[in-house]
């Protein structure tokens, strides 16, 4: 279908200029795109994924970095003991780069971080891996694209770091790769790479070479490298280096000329993986942490191994040798403290029942004690307690039977490791958060060392849906791994997550329109643990407490679930089985008729008879409760990928459709559908309170618009788009969830995937109603030109430009701005600048639809690439929000 186009010049004059074509059903063009400034904050939950790495800068008190398996890397924040995300400009192009297998913290100028980038090295991530280098602690980034792909989110994820900088020349730095692709080196601070040609061995060892997926047959390769910095002078390459490998039998590497040659370290133990490679320099000592797999879900058996460097001898120094009768558990988490040297720990990998187990030893391994004992079985004595005060969810609402406790000390425990400036201070990644203590010496000393989530900030969730009802909690989530939770403050960690029952992921969230209270969800859970739960489960209170009904035979994933508008009625589409509707809150459930299995299903939000379900590009359509769906007549709907179907509240048969081929609208409960001009793509959609002077409902998309894809929100249905998230805010593979608050004008709720629940409100002036420009199904040629006031504009010959400068909000110590730039020459432009001189210490904190630099008060905005050209007499613009007081500079534009 022909695009339409509506271009709106903000100046004082209007004109409309239109090519109209038939459609289905009316609807207005899109005009160009602009933006409003918004700002966005999580959610707080806190954790609530896998934190496989943990990093101390050894030479920079409180520099602390954490990797994350599909949620990015983080900074710690010592002031406000909290973690920054540091690859939240990632973007959907590029959104494997969410995925962190490595991270290098460089030991000489502290200002230096690396990440290896990567999630999957199979076909779920299109993309190659990358090393990302940043001067300014993660700031800002730079890429360094490598020509093959890397897994943060694959088997052996937690082994590590494959990437490390020379401690003594830190312009070198090696990384472990995967798949085969076995040593690489970079010797220009990881702006280019090389592979070391005369590294002997790229690690043959997968859990399952056979697995058709290609997941399970994932080869982690490399994965650690460590420096001996006592082999070299400073400036000069460490001559010393010790490589891990994923093979049984040779596992350990070394290279004693920088890396020219390797060997393949003699006397090594085999029958084991080197999870860990970690070298005490004031004794000599290199220690591994072994376990007979890659981890991080399993491990039955392992040793922990000390070689002497200087003698080459290897002696096994395991707490529990893997030769012993109660050996269940393999090792890793190896960390040294290097305040006092022999001292160290290591982590089980894994044991899962009743609990993950800490060793520590303060003779390098001869004797070990035990973070929790067993004394007259089942009960256990404890050389902690745990505090999580913080973050009470933690107990996944659990109720265990000694020896088991709740909260659970940790599993997945990958990365252990005590603050090279603090004996006292330890962090430990779980699969589910971040642990620490600062008071870890009371271990030796006979006393209980205290440990409590240190998660603030670090966002890790995967969100699988998100509703926002009218009255009750601003917002209820859909969670993978942690269910989900009532969220009644924003800004607080919620107690606990839904119970009775939990699921592991809750795969589908609705609520009745009329009737708020009334909620239902679907999920899974492991079916063989609690074979009398229920796949689906009610709730009369707006999620504050839950019971579960009962269910159709065969179901073990919950699918979707839709409740009727007043929340007499449900239809359910469990996985793999026929779609069911219940009367009540499903004491009973029947078959429904004419919907394949599968489906996606929606309720109407006005008509409690009316549900729609979606499977194969066919919208169909119930208007008895769901007991029959006939397939409507609407063609061209996108029959492939995922696809999102949403009512639009308080409207009858006004319905959303959301899928890679572009976004549709029907008005007559989808006997037809329209779709909407301009948007490419289209991953969600969702709905918000509407704007000052309008009634319909605010539309949040997460699309691609205009060449650009991001979130987007209109106020008119669909005629015209801003975009209101940035270059710097993309979180990766967002909008699997999405909703607008319907209480709040412009708030929305962004689900991700491992960022965690985004929200985002304006910062932008009140926006003000305008006309709405709406096409007829009557094709025309002729365009339609409506100025409100027509001055005289003499054209300058060539390319020229104008900026306007319009404040906006102010805000104690900030404010907004939007500036205009309009082409007032005779061609069109190429490209555009535009410059100015605050007139104080005034700074741009962040900027949408341009590139930016500063030096001092003097400022320049170019034109990103999708809004360079503008045609004569047309207009774009960017906006930006500031520090400091608020000002009206003079502004020059320079058209190219």
């Not at 070299?232 to 040779?250: E, F, I, N, P, Q």
């Not at 969670?479 to 606990?496: K, Q, S, Y």
């Amino acid at each position: 279908m022909p695009r339409r186009l509506l271009s709106i010049l903000l100046a004082v004059v209007v004109v409309v200029l239109m090519t109209v074509v038939a459609v289905v059903v009316r609807m207005a063009p899109v005009s160009a795109v602009s933006s409003d400034p918004y700002t966005f904050k999580n959610v707080r939950i806190d954790g609530g994924g896998f934190v496989p790495g943990i990093v101390f800068n050894p030479t920079e008190k409180n520099l602390v970095y954490a990797r994350t398996d599909i949620g990015g890397a983080y900074r710690w924040n010592q002031s406000t003991r909290s973690w920054t995300p540091l690859l939240d400009w990632v973007g959907w192009d590029r959104w494997g780069w969410n995925g962190v297998v490595s991270l290098a913290t460089d030991p000489v100028d502290t200002n230096r971080v690396y990440v290896a980038a990567g999630m999957y090295t199979n076909g779920w991530d299109p993309g190659n891996g990358a090393v990302l280098r940043s001067t300014d602690k993660g700031a800002t980034w730079r890429a360094a694209p490598l020509p093959f792909k890397l897994g943060g989110n694959m088997p052996g994820r937690g082994m590590g770091e494959a990437l490390a900088v020379d401690p003594n020349r830190n312009s070198v730095l090696y990384l472990g790769a995967p798949n085969g692709n076995g040593l690489w080196r970079s010797t220009d601070h990881g702006a280019t790479w090389a592979k070391v040609a005369s590294f002997p061995n790229p690690g043959d060892y997968a859990q399952d070479p056979g697995d058709p997926n290609g997941y399970l047959s994932h080869r982690p390769g490399v994965v650690w490298v460590t420096f001996d910095p006592r082999s070299s002078a400073k400036g000069a390459a460490t001559r010393t280096v010790y490589v891990g490998v994923a093979d049984k039998d040779d596992t350990v590497y070394r290279s004693t000329d920088a890396g020219a040659t390797w060997e393949r370290v003699p006397g090594q133990p085999t029958g084991y993986l080197a999870h860990k490679g970690v070298l005490d320099t004031v004794n000599g000592h290199l220690f591994i942490a072994t376990s007979d797999t890659g981890g991080p879900y399993d491990g039955g058996k392992g040793d922990v191994w000390r070689l002497d460097t200087a003698t080459g001898a290897w002696t096994r120094v395991s707490p529990v040798p893997s030769s012993g009768s109660d050996a269940y558990f393999g090792y890793s988490g190896l960390t040294l403290d290097r305040r006092n040297p022999g001292t160290l720990m290591v982590a089980t990998q894994i044991s899962w029942w009743p609990d993950v187990i800490f060793f520590r030893s303060t003779d390098s391994g001869a004797t070990w004690t035990r973070v929790w004992d067993f004394t007259s079985y089942p009960n256990r004595s404890f050389r902690y307690r745990m505090d999580i005060s913080a973050n009470p969810w933690l107990t996944f609402g659990g109720n265990p039977q000694p020896p088991e406790v709740t909260p659970k000390l940790g599993w997945m425990t990958e990365s252990l490791e005590i603050d090279p400036f603090d004996s006292d201070r330890m962090m430990y990644g779980t699969g589910a958060t971040v642990y620490g203590t600062e008071d870890l010496t009371k271990w030796d000393s006979g006393g209980q060392f205290t440990i409590r989530p240190m998660a603030r900030g670090l966002e890790e969730t995967a969100v699988l849906d998100l509703v926002s009802p009218p009255s009750g909690a601003p917002l209820v989530s859909a969670l993978g791994d942690i269910g989900g939770f009532r969220h009644t403050d924003l800004d607080a960690v919620p107690p606990m997550m839904f119970t009775s029952p939990v699921f592991t992921s809750t795969t589908s969230l609705d609520y009745a329109e009329k009737n708020p209270g009334v909620m239902v969800r679907a999920g899974n859970f492991t079916d063989a643990d609690r074979p009398n739960d229920s796949h689906v489960a009610f709730s009369t209170d707006g999620g504050a407490t839950w019971f579960q009904g009962g269910e159709p035979g065969g179901i073990d994933e919950g699918g979707t679930v839709a409740a009727a508008a007043d929340g007499s009625r449900f239809v359910w589409a469990p996985k793999g089985v026929p779609v069911h509707y219940s009367v009540g809150f499903g004491t009973s459930w029947q078959q429904s008729q004419g919907l394949p299995a599968g489906a996606l299903v929606e309720s109407d939000r006005v008509d409690p008879t009316t549900f729609y379900g979606y499977s194969g590009g066919r919208l169909h359509v119930s208007v008895n409760g769901g007991a029959t769906f006939t397939a409507t007549a609407a063609t061209g709907l996108p029959a492939a990928g995922d696809v999102h179907v949403k009512a639009l509240p308080g409207v009858k048969g006004d319905i959303w459709l959301a899928g890679e081929t572009g976004l549709f609208h029907s008005t007559d409960g989808g006997a037809s559908f329209g779709k909407l001009p301009g948007v490419a793509s289209a991953v969600n959609v969702g709905f918000g309170k509407a704007a000052p002077g309008r009634s319909y409902p605010a539309v949040f998309v997460v699309a691609t618009i205009g060449g650009v894809s991001g979130l987007y929100r209109s106020d008119d249905a669909g005629a015209t788009w801003v975009r209101i998230n940035d270059d710097e805010h993309q979180w990766g593979n967002m909008g699997e969830a999405l909703t607008g608050d319907p209480r709040v004008h412009g708030r929305v709720y962004l689900g991700t995937n491992g960022r965690g629940i985004i929200y985002g409100d304006r910062t932008g002036p009140t926006p003000t109603a305008t006309p709405t420009v709406t096409s007829t199904t009557t094709p025309t040629a002729t365009p339609t030109v409506t100025p409100t006031v027509t001055p005289t504009v003499t054209p300058t010959p060539g390319k020229a430009c104008t900026a306007t400068y319009t404040p906006g909000n102010q805000w104690p110590g900030g404010f907004s701005v939007s500036v205009a730039v309009r082409n007032t020459g005779t061609a069109p432009t190429a490209g555009w600048k535009v410059t100015w001189t605050f007139a104080g210490d005034q700074r741009i904190s962040q900027l949408w639809n341009g590139t930016h630099t500063q030096t001092g008060a003097d400022v320049t905005v170019s034109h990103m690439g999708y809004n360079g050209v503008v045609q004569p007499d047309a207009t774009t613009s960017f906006g930006f929000n500031g520090a400091g007081p608020a000002t009206t500079p003079t502004l020059t534009c320079t058209a190219t």
